[in-house]
């Protein structure tokens, strides 16, 4: 699928045109703001990189978003309200 001799600059942006053709969204979009579709291709940009044996945190660090956004993106955190989740912290810890 990709050469592994691609930097890394060039491995996101291969990657982002690809989910953009296929979600049929504009390249710009999946950078800019948010929409469903475009949150679901960032998603997709993210599993794709994940799956060339790339870390999280260097996928976050690529896609220029937190670690805990690339982890709500996998699956593997949940994203919340966070003032009830501080709030509900606080009271659990009174």
Same mark, same amino acid.
């Given at each position: 699928?990709?050469?592994?001799?691609?930097?890394?600059?060039?491995?996101?942006?291969?990657?982002?045109?690809?989910?953009?053709?296929?979600?049929?969204?504009?390249?710009?979009?999946?950078?800019? $703001?948010?929409?469903? +579709?475009?949150?679901?291709?960032?998603?997709? #940009? *993210?599993?794709?990189?994940?799956?060339?044996?790339?870390?999280?945190?260097?996928?976050?660090?690529?896609?220029?978003?937190?670690?805990?956004?690339?982890?709500?993106?996998?699956?593997?955190?949940? $994203?919340?309200?966070? +003032?009830?989740?501080?709030?509900?912290?606080? #009271? *659990?810890?009174?």
């Amino acid at each position: 699928m990709y050469e592994p001799t691609v930097t890394p600059r060039a491995l996101l942006h291969a990657v982002i045109a690809e989910v953009a053709r296929e979600c049929g969204v504009d390249e710009v979009l999946i950078k800019g $703001r948010f929409d469903r +579709k475009i949150v679901y291709a960032r998603a997709q #940009v *993210a599993k794709r990189l994940l799956a060339l044996g790339l870390s999280e945190q260097r996928v976050a660090d690529m896609m220029h978003i937190s670690l805990g956004t690339v982890q709500v993106y996998l699956g593997r955190r949940m $994203r919340s309200n966070s +003032k009830v989740t501080r709030h509900n912290r606080e #009271v *659990a810890r009174s």
